[in-house]
């Protein structure tokens, strides 16, 4: 086979394997953002206000360990490369974590406070992390070449709200299959897990990192400090972090999208569907921006699309209570949201080669993790403010009887 036709069927072949690793993940961490906060309040049955604190506390720790796993990822040095191995390292953790945290124990509410805080980091660590920053820092790592890594990145936000829409549309009857209730949340959020582990084990052995460090630098293991220094004077790095956590701040409150539906629309809208035409919206606004990133290109894309999904809060802002009108803002705030989640994954990583030609350093993992840092402090910030305003309105635990799925 002559040498184009292998790089084409390589390059296919990194499209394919980033479609399964991104749907995958996703089906485990985009319903654990819809309905983890409902599962605790309402299931667990710990109070909001304690919910707040788990989640705020948890998500600055999950920030910092975001820089320390960047760190590490530099640091490897293997025949798979850089990410790849760590799909296979944390595969196993991240579904025992997931499992367990959907596990209510026989305990006082103290108890089911410390042990959902013990087991949200781990699944935060394991699976919103381990995973999370390597299946994105692919996108930087399989080519230099900037049209390849922009159809990646968009390739990338498809599936990954692909599987996002799956994930949700399917939940309700699915866990009702599984019995409802506590059993119902335990065996879906297990069976996701271990599906979507699958599909991103399926995308490291179909995927190949080629953008190698400096050959005369290869054998060195980055340490922190170095990797630090440059990623700080990476003044792009920081506009990346910036508009990872201000973004971030708007699909954290998406946590209150199951007691929206129950008890301020009075169940007359499923909180999956919901959430699946939210993530659906995201699907096809990815493919809508694809002519306009090329046109205008990747930041410009993306403020559009941001603008788009400030037009769609402002419209539900107006009528709350109108289900025609959630339908309406839900399809304008979702497929703005397209012109971001296309687009950033390439824009992460024009981000690494600039601090590369700056520095002489290169440095996906802390790059990724850096901005990922931003976006998990907006999400804990965003997370503390819904689960303060449920125990100020002393909505969850007070109304069992309406849980969901029943």
């Known amino acids: 086979m002559s040498e184009p036709n292998m790089k084409t069927m390589s390059l296919r072949r990194d499209k394919v394997g980033i479609a399964f690793g991104s749907f995958g993940y996703n089906l ?14 309402d299931n667990m049955l710990i109070s909001a206000a304690s919910v707040s604190v788990i989640l705020f506390v948890s998500r600055i720790i999950d920030a910092f360990t975001d820089l320390w796993m960047g760190s590490m990822m530099d ?56 995973l999370a920053l390597p299946m994105n820092a692919l ?9 390849h ?13 692909l599987g996002a829409v799956f994930v949700n549309f399917f939940s309700s009857p699915i866990m009702q299959a599984f019995g409802g209730g506590s059993m119902g949340y335990f065996y879906y959020f297990t069976l996701m897990a271990l599906i979507g582990v699958g599909l991103m084990l399926l995308c490291m052995k179909l995927t190949k990192e080629r953008v190698q460090d400096d050959p005369e630098k290869a054998g060195e293991k980055m340490k922190f400090r170095t990797g630090a220094k440059v990623v700080v004077r990476n003044k792009y790095w920081w506009n990346a972090m910036g508009i990872y956590l201000m973004t971030s701040l708007v699909p954290s409150c998406w946590a209150a999208t199951a007691y929206y539906c129950i008890y301020w629309l009075d169940g007359q809208v499923d909180t999956g569907h919901l959430m699946a035409l939210l993530w ?3 699907t096809a606004g990815i493919l809508l921006f694809v002519p306009v990133s090329r046109k205008v290109g990747k930041a410009n894309s993306a403020a559009i699309g941001l603008a788009i999904q400030a037009i769609g809060s402002v419209l539900l802002w107006l009528a709350p209570t109108s289900i025609p009108m959630l339908w309406i803002s839900t399809v304008f705030r979702s497929v703005g949201v397209g012109g971001l989640s296309g687009n950033m ?12 030609w700056k520095n002489g350093v ?8 850096g901005a990922s840092f931003g976006a998990k402090v907006g999400a804990g910030l965003g997370g503390a403010v819904v689960a303060a305003l449920l125990a100020w309105g002393s909505t969850s635990p007070t109304r069992q009887s309406r849980r969901l799925g029943r």
Not at 28 to 41: I, N, P
Not at 345 to 356: I, L, R, T
Not at 362 to 367: A, F, P, V, W, Y
């Open 28 to 41: 485990g961490s985009a319903v654990l953002m819809t309905y983890l906060m409902y599962f605790l309040t």
């Open 75 to 130: 640091r490897t040095k293997s025949k798979m490369g850089k990410a790849r191995p760590w799909l296979l390292w944390m595969a196993a953790p991240a579904v025992i974590s997931m499992a367990l945290l959907f596990v209510v124990p026989p305990l006082n509410e103290t108890g089911r406070t410390i042990y959902a805080f013990i087991t949200y980091n781990l699944v935060a660590f394991f699976y919103l992390t381990a």
């Open 139 to 147: 996108v930087a790592l399989l080519t230099s070449e900037t049209k």
């Open 149 to 161: 890594r922009l159809v990646l990145s968009q390739i990338f936000g498809f599936f990954s709200t």
């Open 280 to 282: 659906g919206g995201i």
């Open 345 to 356: 994954n390439a824009m992460m990583a024009d981000v690494v080669d600039y601090g590369e």
């Open 362 to 369: 290169r440095c996906e993992g802390l790059t990724y993790s």
